[in-house]
Structure formats: C-alpha cells, structure tokens
DNA sequence: CGGTATCCGCTGCGATACTG
DNA sequence: CAGTATCGCAGCGGATACCG
C-alpha cells in the first residue's frame, strides 16, 4: 500500500485532489519558481544576483520560493561563511531534470506573446458589443 | 516602437516586470490551467466534465479559469442551444501548441513524486534537528 | 446544465524595520 | 549580504443561493 495518494487503491494522477503529485504540480506552477528553475539552469548564482534578474521580486517572496524549492530537493542552498556572507543556490539533478519544461514554457510565452495580446483585445472588443452567449435558445 | 514592454528599447523578456510576456507566463503557471490544457488535449470537452475530471476544483475556478483562457485564445467555448444547455470547450492551434508542455509538466509531477515527499521529510527532520545554517561564520 | 451574484474568511504578498 | 519578523490590506477561492 501506498501513502502518495490517501485513498485506497488508486495510480498516482495529478488530476485527483489527494493525490501528492497534485502539491507537486502546485509547486512547479508558480511563475517565481519557473522563473528560478531557468535562471539557474547555467550554474549557481548568489541570492542578490537572482533577485535583480527576477526583476519585481521582493526579497521574502524570492527567500519563501527558494526555500520551498530547497525543501523539495530541486535547488541546493550553499552557505559560504565570509564576511559578508555569501549564499549560493544552484540547481539539484532532480532540479535539472525539470528544468528544460520551465524553460520551454517561458520561452512559449515569450514567443507567442503577439497572439495572446491580439486575442485579447480582439476579446475585449467582443465583450463591449455583443453580450456574451448564453447556453439555452 | 513596441508595447509589448513598458520601456522603451528592450527585448521579450519575462524575466522583466513590464514585459507582456510575463502576464502570459503567469496565466500558464497556474495549476489549473496546467491541467486544463492537459485535460482537453484530445479533443472537446463539457464544462460538467471538465468539472469531474479535475478533482477538487470549484465551479467559479473552472469558469474563471476558462474564462481566462478563453480570452488569451487558448481555448474555444461553443455553445449548443440545447435543452439542456450544452457548453464544449476545445483547444486553439495556440493552445494545442503548448499543450506537450503542460502535458510535460503533469508527467514530471507524477514521475518525480516519490523523490519530492522523500526530499521533504528529509528536510524536515533535518529542520527539526539542526539550526537551519545562517550567513556569517 | 452551465452558468452568475454575493458574501466572506484566509492567506499571500508587499512594505517596512531590524539582525548576524 | 542575506536573511528574519511583523503588520496590514487585497484578492483569491470556497460556500451558498439563484437564474436562463
């Protein structure tokens, strides 16, 4: 018997509440940790670094997401014990094995960036005009 | 001149606060709309469906959530003036376009999960144990 | 069936101040 | 430099009720 899913007998899917992959894919479906997973794919970099290339993090959300990330084995904290100090977080193997999905889906966003604004406005235009269709004749 | 971004001369770029690309990278990590995708990559679906298959998710989240991608292009929602009402919710070639992806990302979850619940119980434990490592010797 | 509308508790997140 | 601690508000998501 298993403990990943809390019911009895089941396979482990995302698409079920109870199941634990479920907190995985939470974990992985955050924009900061997408974003984290990327930056580190070359190679470990300092927190102040990170926090200026995450531009518009704040420091607790980038210390609460790195910590998270820690947590879940896919980056490793390296404290250097210097005045002053310095830490470095660099991507486990595990982090690695996932990192090439994040980085395919920031640069899906970055690539299809136009079509998403055009069908945006092209939405907002509808909306304006047209009621929105409502299920029954 | 651009408006993709705020600023003036600057690249597509999410790691950038102002750059458009980030909006659509957040509207993607988001665990529903992961799964969302994933859930409609063979084809059309119910609302009522879709509502059963994602375990856990409430009506206002699944409508908002459609509703969303829907706007973005990434979805297509037909109505059939039955009685009863019938929705169908369908990728676009833009959303069929990211839909290995998040595909990739469901899988991940589901493939890594073992090692993730290991990692954090061994996090935990060491958490409990030590002092967590502080900068400055 | 597939919504919309409303209320509402919780927490996620930013801002700020302080520390080894 | 790289945190931790605290406060306070906004917004999200759940629960419930109602509708075409």
Known sequence: M???CDAGNWSVDAYLRGCASRTVLEALANKWTCLLIDALRHGPLRFGVLRRKLDGITQKSLTQTLRVMERDGIVIRTVYPTIPPRVEYE????GRSVAGLMEGVKRWSEEHVDEILTAREAYDLRAQEEPRPVPVA
Chains 1, 2 share one sequence.
């Open 2 to 4: 298993d403990t990943k």
């Open 91 to 94: 991507l486990s193997d595990l």
